[in-house]
């Protein structure tokens, strides 16, 4: 939420909705510490000022939502925002390959040092958050799916397998 107020960017508290049941071994620790930077880029990258969500007919303030679920022996964590989704030609632009796929491009936000910000702030723009996180879920062994539409929002599946002992 300090972000949100920082980047003038008001977005609903949101709640972490799951089954408080589950219990989540210390291996994850790291990887849901990344998780921060999704949470981060929704808010820098995702959630529009407030003038333009007016504009595109959106509520002044950006949703962020976060649910977990353990589903046999995965656990999935969904981050989703409705925010501005993922402009894939830029990051087709910036990745100097205007012929990859969109599932492509949204793998490529995943590199080390890709960033789509042309500046970088405190903020963003390093192009090492969501590199971070890949990287945790690879230790993981995870899986990731993207879903974006412009003007619309964004949501990340995480899978992650878990040991039931």
Do not use: W
């Not at 007919?57 to 949703?63: F, L, M, Y």
């Not at 939502?65 to 353990?70: A, D, E, G, V, Y």
């Not at 590199?111 to 192009?127: A, I």
């Not at 990287?135 to 040991?163: H, Q, V």
């Amino acid at each position: 939420m300090q972000l949100s107020h920082r980047l003038d960017k008001p977005i609903y508290e949101f709640d972490i909705i799951g089954d408080e049941d589950i219990f989540l071994p210390k291996e994850l620790k790291n990887f849901m510490n990344s998780l921060g930077h999704v949470f981060r880029n929704a808010i820098s990258h995702g959630i529009e000022d407030e003038e333009i969500r007016v504009d595109l007919n959106k509520s002044e303030r950006g949703a962020i939502s976060c649910s977990f679920s353990k589903e046999r022996d995965e656990l999935k964590i969904i981050i989703s925002d409705d925010g501005s989704g993922i402009d894939v030609d830029k990051i087709k632009e910036k990745a100097g390959n205007k012929n990859m796929s969109d599932k492509e491009a949204y793998s490529f936000i995943f590199k080390d040092n890709f960033s789509t910000n042309d500046e970088v702030s405190e903020v963003s723009g390093r192009g090492v958050g969501l590199s971070a996180v890949k990287n945790e879920l690879d230790l993981l062994n995870g899986n990731i799916e993207i879903y974006s539409e412009l003007n619309i929002g964004t949501r990340f599946i995480f899978t992650i397998p878990i040991d039931e002992n």
